[in-house]
């Protein structure tokens, strides 16, 4: 709230809004079920988020349910559902969101020419109309309604200034101004909301919110300049997931609020010290892999190579630290584990790392990391957070499971492998050959669960050095224009991809069950 009887540490407060949810699962290939929503809800709740978008109940019932149950895992904060700008929409937004402790509805429509002739096919006046109804019929159900016009960067600001007066007047208590396609830069995302607060009647003394897609990679510095000039909410996700190039980083605005609180002196309620685990959390359960250099939670985001750098560091942190890793919970990494690491420094090692494993979880953790220090002399903090990675990704209850493999190949083909695999209650036994060893594999694993999904990515690295490293595959599949993502690791490669395959067939039986229309936004 920007009112003049606010007072100042109030004015300053910027409220995050996080879409991982919900703009973070549009982006192809990042679905995610309904446990592993709800567990990464439970962690922003955890971390102070003030309002989660949890999904777009009208897109299918997988959705309408994740709105609800992420209402029960998350009770500190405000749980807002995306509608269109429909009655039917808003209905089925709000019955989703109506039992949390402080629903909202979030409704939208695209307000720039473009929009208003392909996507909508309304005239100024008709849309103008629209607006009123659908956000005065929203804020009869719900007394926090958010309102977006979409494209709003690309939207004249003669229209732009118009249709916000009618929102406000119609009772929206927060007014978004989206950049959807990632096309403004930070002067022009402040001018906005400076000409907003000048031209609206009422805008000061509702929320303004900014929501920036980072196709130039000017997401953040967007976002901060909105800030600047009176937005007090940003709309963001973790590790900038989203459509397309993504959306504005949580871990970048908040760090940087942090870091530069001398030209950026606004405080929001975010522990950073839950960054990283939450960064870990959603590139594993989205499947998209951290770019290593990313700012803030990049694997090199604190590795310091060169000479002069590691000579300055000994000497000083400072000399080339702007913040201190502990900061966003990454802990000082001297402990190295190995097969003869007991179950009490496994466990401490792993909370240094961001994980609070219950008694049950870590007896199964125990067993699967002494089954890979078997394999490997140290076992480094990227091998445990591989392993926790894929003990979350990879779980019992799963439909499919990789039961036994054997594989045969080198320069005397046909690479043939020998895959034995669980398929609901049911065990098969199967032999295939293929162009290579991994091929035989994906191949003997069709012959399971026969399908027409397309293979879209294939990807392989290593956790760490060495010949005895682990590999951390990743297997994209594409059907009917759904996209969904599977992952593990393991010290054989071929072990690993037939894993991630399983997993993202895993997936890919979760997405038919939900029949989400192909595109909604
Ligand atoms: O980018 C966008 O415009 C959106 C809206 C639905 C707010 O995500
Ligand atoms: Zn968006």
Not at 223 to 233: C, D, I, M, S, Y
Not at 327 to 346: C, N, Q
Request: a negative charge; hydrophobic letters at 40%; glycine letters at 6%.
């Amino acid at each position: 709230m920007t009112t003049n009887t606010t007072p100042q540490s109030e004015k300053n407060r910027v409220l995050i809004f996080d879409t991982t949810l919900r703009d973070g699962e549009q982006s192809p290939g990042a679905t995610m079920t309904l446990n592993e929503k709800i567990e990464i809800a439970s962690l922003l709740d955890e971390m102070g988020v003030d309002i989660i978008e949890a999904g777009f109940p009208i897109a299918s019932d997988g959705d309408f349910e994740a709105v609800t149950e992420i209402a029960k895992a998350a009770p500190n904060t405000v749980i807002c559902g995306l509608a269109r700008a429909s009655f039917g929409d808003i209905d089925r937004c709000w019955d989703a969101v109506k039992n949390a402790k402080r629903p909202r509805i979030h409704t939208f429509i695209g307000t720039s020419p473009l929009h208003r002739e392909f996507q909508v096919q309304l005239d100024r006046d008709e849309m103008a109309q629209k607006i009123h109804d659908t956000v005065s019929y929203a804020r009869n159900l719900c007394d926090n309604v958010q309102w977006s016009p979409m494209d709003a960067t690309r939207t004249e600001d003669d229209y732009l200034a118009r249709v916000c007066e009618i929102a406000i007047k119609a009772g929206a208590t927060t007014i978004n101004i989206p950049d959807t396609v990632g096309y403004t830069a930070p002067r022009e995302s402040a001018d906005i909301i400076r000409m907003l607060l000048e031209r609206v009647p009422g805008m000061d003394e509702i929320t303004i919110a900014t929501h920036c897609h980072n196709d130039l990679g000017m997401a953040t510095a967007n976002a901060l300049a909105a800030v600047e000039a009176g937005a007090r909410q940003i709309e963001c996700t973790i590790n900038g997931l989203g459509e397309r190039a993504g959306n504005t980083a949580l871990e970048e605005v908040v760090m940087a609020m942090r870091v530069r609180q001398d030209i950026f002196p606004y405080h929001n309620s975010i522990d950073t010290t839950k960054i990283m685990q939450a960064s870990r959390l959603v590139s594993t359960v989205s499947g998209f892999p951290v770019q290593f250099n990313k700012a803030i939670v990049g694997k090199n985001a604190f590795a310091h190579e060169s000479g002069i750098h590691q000579d300055g560091m000994l000497k000083h942190a400072g000399t080339f630290e702007i913040m201190r890793p502990e900061d966003i919970g990454l802990a000082e990494t001297s402990l190295v584990m190995g097969k003869h690491s007991g179950r009490a420094a496994l466990r401490s090692k792993l909370e240094n790392l961001g994980y609070s494993l219950g008694d049950n979880q870590l007896i199964d953790v125990f067993v699967r990391f002494k089954e890979l220090a078997d394999r490997k002399k140290e076992v480094f903090d990227d091998d445990l957070i591989a392993l926790m990675t894929d003990s979350e990704t990879n779980t019992a209850n799963d439909h499919f499971q990789v039961k036994s493999l054997r594989v045969v190949c080198g320069t005397e083909g046909p690479q043939t492998a020998d895959l034995s695999m669980k398929a609901g209650e049911e065990t098969h036994s199967v032999s295939a050959t293929g162009d290579g060893p991994v091929d035989a594999v994906f191949n003997a694993i069709k012959m399971v669960f026969p399908h027409e999904a397309k293979l879209a990515l294939y990807q392989v690295h290593a956790v760490t050095g060495g010949t005895d490293a682990q590999a951390t595959v990743t297997v994209r599949m594409e059907e009917e224009g759904k996209i969904v993502t599977g992952q593990s690791s393991d010290t054989d490669t071929v072990v690993a991809s037939a894993k991630a395959y399983v997993n993202a067939l895993n997936k890919l039986i979760v997405r038919r069950q939900k029949k989400a229309p192909a595109a909604l936004t």
